[in-house]
DNA sequence: GGTTGTCAAGAGCACTGCTCTCGCTGTGTG
DNA sequence: CACACAGCGAGAGCAGTGCTCTTGACAACC
C-alpha cells in the first residue's frame, strides 16, 4: 500500500479535496448534475482544471462521490427525525417528512440519487449500501411496532421467491412485502412532488404525503394513533 | 402566418424531420439523454450539423418532442391493453403491466419523462397533456368500477384542499386520493426496478408488480376478482 | 542536505451547442 | 415561360467541455 504520512501534507490534501466537493454540491444545487463541469468548479476552487485530476480521478467519480454524500445526507436526517421513544405512527410520519423535506431543500441532490441514472454512468457498489438507509429505519420501525393482519389463516405461499431471501430480518413475513412497497410509495410521492408531476394535480403536497403515509402505515400494521 | 405549399417541398421536409426524430431515439436508447449529441445525430442522417438547426430549433426543442412522444407511447401501449369488458381487476392489472413493460423496452425514455428532469431544462406546457394519459386511464377505471368503501360515515373533511378541485371528474370523492396515490406507486414502483433501486431486494419484479398492483385496486375499490 | 514524489500549470486533442454567412435549387407567381 | 424569393445544405467560427501529457517547482521524508 501507499506510505500514508500523517503531516501537513495530508492535511493539506484533504482541505483541497473538500473545497473541490463543495464546491460542486454547490454547482450541482444550482444548475443540476449535467451542468455540473469539472472545469468550471477548478474555476472557482481557484485551480487549473487539470489540476482538479490529483483528486478526482474523473468527472464520474466526482458524481459518484456526490451521490454517496446525497444518500448519507438523507438518511442521516431521517434518522435524525424519528424520536424512537414516540408512538409508532409518528415515528412513521416524521420520516417520510424529513425525506420530504430534505428532497424539497436538495432537489438536484434528490434527482441526482432517486431521479434518472446519470446518463452513460452505473453507479458504483459503493453506493449500494447509503442507499438502503432510509429502507432500513422505514423497516425498523415496521419490526417493532407492526402487526401481522389477523385471519388470513396461511395463505402465504404467494410471496415466496418474490423478495430476496432473508430482507428485513425483524420483520414478520406477511409485512415484508407491504414494507418494501410502503418504502417505493414514499420515495415515489416525493420525486413526482419534485419532478413536477403533481402540477395541476396535487394541491397540498404536505397534507397529501401525510394521508399517503397514513395509508401506508396501516398496510404495514402500524397500530392507529 | 406562413404560407404553407402542400408540395412535395413539404413532403420532403417532413421527411426529413422524421429522420431526425428517429435517429435521435434511437441515440437516446442506447447511450441515454445526456449522450444525445445534434451533431452526431446530424452526422447519422448525412447532413451538417447547422442543417439539422432548420428542423429543430434546439437540443432542448428536440428533447421535448422525444419527450411528448414517449408520453403517448406509453399512454397509447396502456390503452391499447385495456379490455374494457374484462373484469375490473384485469383492466386494471393489464394496464400496471403495460406500463412496465413499457418501461422494460424503452429505459432511455422512461427516464426521460419519469426520472429526474433534464438539467436546466424546464418541461414546456405542452408536455402537459401528454403527462396524464395513463393516470386518467386508470381513473377511469375506478370510475367505472370503484366503490367506495362502506361505513365511514361523513369523514370527508380532511380530503378537501388537498388535491386540485374538480380533479377526476367521475370518481368518487372518497377514491380521488387513493387513485391518485395509486397513480404515484405505480410510477414509483416502475421507477425503482429501471433505476437500479431493487437490486438486491426483490426477486421477481413482475410478480412484485402485480402484489402491489392488487392492493391499490383495494385500496381504489375495485372488487375482488 | 540531498532525493523523491507530489503538486499546479499549461498546451493540446476531440468533442459539444449554436450562429452566421454563403451559394444552390426548387417553387409559386407574375 | 421566366424570374425572384424562400428554403435548404454546407462551411467556418465562437465558446465551452472532459481528459491527457509534459514541464517545472516546491515540500516532505531518509
Chains 1, 2 share one sequence.
Do not use: C, K
Amino acid at each position: 500500500m501507499t506510505r500514508m504520512p500523517p503531516g501537513t501534507r495530508a492535511r493539506a490534501r484533504a482541505e483541497t479535496t473538500r473545497a473541490i466537493l463543495d464546491e460542486a454540491r454547490r454547482q450541482l444545487a444550482e444548475q443540476g448534475a449535467a451542468a455540473l463541469s469539472l472545469r468550471s468548479v477548478a474555476r472557482e476552487v481557484g485551480m487549473v482544471s487539470s489540476a482538479v485530476y490529483r483528486y478526482v480521478a474523473s468527472r464520474d467519480e466526482l458524481l459518484t462521490r456526490l451521490i454517496v454524500e446525497a444518500y448519507d445526507a438523507v438518511g442521516e436526517r431521517a434518522e435524525a427525525a424519528r424520536d424512537p421513544e414516540a408512538p409508532p405512527r409518528a415515528q412513521w410520519r416524521a420520516v417520510w417528512r424529513a425525506v420530504r423535506s430534505w428532497g424539497l431543500e436538495h432537489p438536484a441532490e434528490y434527482a441526482l440519487i432517486y431521479g434518472s441514472p446519470v446518463p452513460g454512468y452505473a453507479a458504483p457498489a459503493e453506493t449500494i449500501p447509503a442507499a438502503g438507509r432510509v429502507g432500513l429505519l422505514l423497516a425498523a420501525i415496521v419490526a417493532e411496532h407492526g402487526q401481522a393482519p389477523p385471519g388470513d389463516g396461511e395463505s402465504d405461499g404467494e410471496s415466496d421467491g418474490v423478495l430476496l431471501e432473508g430482507l428485513l430480518p425483524g420483520v414478520a413475513p406477511p409485512l415484508v412485502l407491504p414494507a418494501i412497497a410502503a418504502w417505493t410509495q414514499l420515495f415515489g410521492t416525493v420525486g413526482f412532488e419534485l419532478f413536477g408531476q403533481y402540477e395541476n394535480v396535487v394541491v397540498d403536497r404536505a397534507a397529501f404525503l401525510d394521508a399517503v403515509a397514513d395509508t401506508a402505515a396501516s398496510s404495514v400494521g402500524l397500530p392507529p394513533s
